[in-house]
């Protein structure tokens, strides 16, 4: 039975033939090559990872700084893409680089939270929302210290969370390309203020109001605890994933 090498993704499969497509990456045979020691030699571009933003890097190097977050190169990690048989030996061996690449696997979803101080709005795009509890009905965000919206919810206590589908991913960048700080992100954009004053888009799949209960210090971000105040679903479409949107964006 041969071995082949997807050369894209790193990917083996094992049969007569290549797959009519990789399970990991979604190229056709054509993609595939006998996997041999030439074969193995032959890697596809190293992805290194933001430590604090989670944003992914294609390339032999870091980039000198996070296009997203602002971090320097020294905060990136870089991803195993190889794939193996789990074995004792496989398990033994594993350690935090190795452990980096499994976490890239954990499903996030992508949402702009936003927030309000005094008379001045500002949201972010951010993949770290989830619900905590149903009853109280309970969720939790984590925000950037660096960014201007964390300072917003600190301050306030409150904050929004609009959920994005598939066809919103200009809304990502827009909200988590560029620091609120030099622009205003929502001009030009359609929004309404909820009740407790925090802007919410238009054109979202769904969205929550939060009050903050409790803070958690995580080191370079904050953990923020809130009961769900208020909310409504816009749209039952399919939701925008990171996922989604980076092989989108590849």
Same mark, same amino acid.
């Given at each position: 039975?041969?071995?082949?090498?997807?050369?894209?993704?790193?990917?083996?499969?094992?049969?007569?033939?290549?797959?009519?497509?990789?399970?990991?990456?979604?190229?056709?045979?054509?993609?595939?090559?006998?996997?041999?020691?030439?074969?193995?030699?032959?890697?596809?571009?190293?992805?290194?990872?933001?430590?604090?933003?989670?944003?992914?890097?294609?390339? !032999?190097?870091?980039? !000198?700084? &996070?296009?997203? &977050?602002?971090?320097?190169?020294?905060?990136?990690?870089?991803?195993?893409?190889?794939?193996?048989?789990?074995?004792?030996?496989?398990?033994?061996?594993?350690?935090?680089?190795?452990?980096? *690449?499994?976490?890239?696997?954990?499903?996030?979803?992508?949402?702009?939270?936003?927030?309000?101080? !005094?008379?001045?709005?500002?949201?972010?795009?951010?993949?770290?929302?989830?619900?905590?509890?149903?009853?109280?009905l309970r969720i939790s965000i984590c925000l950037n210290k660096r960014n201007l919206t964390h300072?917003?919810?600190? !301050?306030?206590?409150?904050?929004?969370? *609009?959920?994005?589908?598939?066809?919103?991913?200009?809304?990502?960048?827009?909200?988590?390309?560029?620091?609120?700080?030099n622009v205003d992100k929502f001009a030009g954009i359609e929004y309404l203020q909820g009740q407790?004053?925090?802007?919410?888009?238009?054109?979202?799949?769904?969205?929550?109001?939060?009050?903050?209960?409790q803070t958690l210090d995580v080191g370079t971000h904050t953990l923020f605890i809130a009961d769900?105040?208020?909310?409504?679903?816009?749209?039952?479409?399919?939701?925008?994933?990171?996922?989604?949107?980076?092989?989108?964006?590849?």
């Amino acid at each position: 039975m041969n071995k082949w090498h997807c050369d894209v993704c790193g990917y083996i499969h094992e049969g007569e033939t290549a797959p009519a497509e990789c399970p990991v990456c979604g190229v056709g045979p054509e993609e595939f090559t006998i996997f041999t020691e030439k074969a193995k030699q032959k890697q596809p571009e190293k992805r290194w990872k933001c430590t604090v933003c989670d944003y992914v890097h294609t390339g !032999d190097t870091p980039p !000198d700084s &996070c296009p997203l &977050c602002g971090v320097s190169a020294e905060l990136f990690v870089l991803l195993l893409d190889e794939t193996i048989s789990l074995t004792r030996e496989a398990v033994a061996e594993a350690g935090m680089d190795t452990a980096n *690449s499994a976490m890239d696997k954990i499903s996030y979803g992508l949402y702009i939270v936003t927030s309000i101080k !005094d008379n001045s709005i500002n949201g972010q795009c951010c993949n770290t929302v989830f619900q905590l509890t149903s009853k109280p009905l309970r969720i939790s965000i984590c925000l950037n210290k660096r960014n201007l919206t964390h300072q917003y919810v600190m !301050d306030s206590g409150v904050f929004a969370v *609009s959920m994005l589908g598939t066809e919103q991913t200009e809304a990502v960048r827009r909200f988590g390309y560029q620091s609120g700080r030099n622009v205003d992100k929502f001009a030009g954009i359609e929004y309404l203020q909820g009740q407790n004053g925090c802007p919410i888009l238009t054109n979202c799949l769904a969205y929550v109001e939060a009050k903050v209960l409790q803070t958690l210090d995580v080191g370079t971000h904050t953990l923020f605890i809130a009961d769900v105040t208020a909310g409504r679903m816009v749209a039952n479409e399919e939701a925008l994933t990171y996922s989604f949107y980076r092989n989108k964006k590849g």
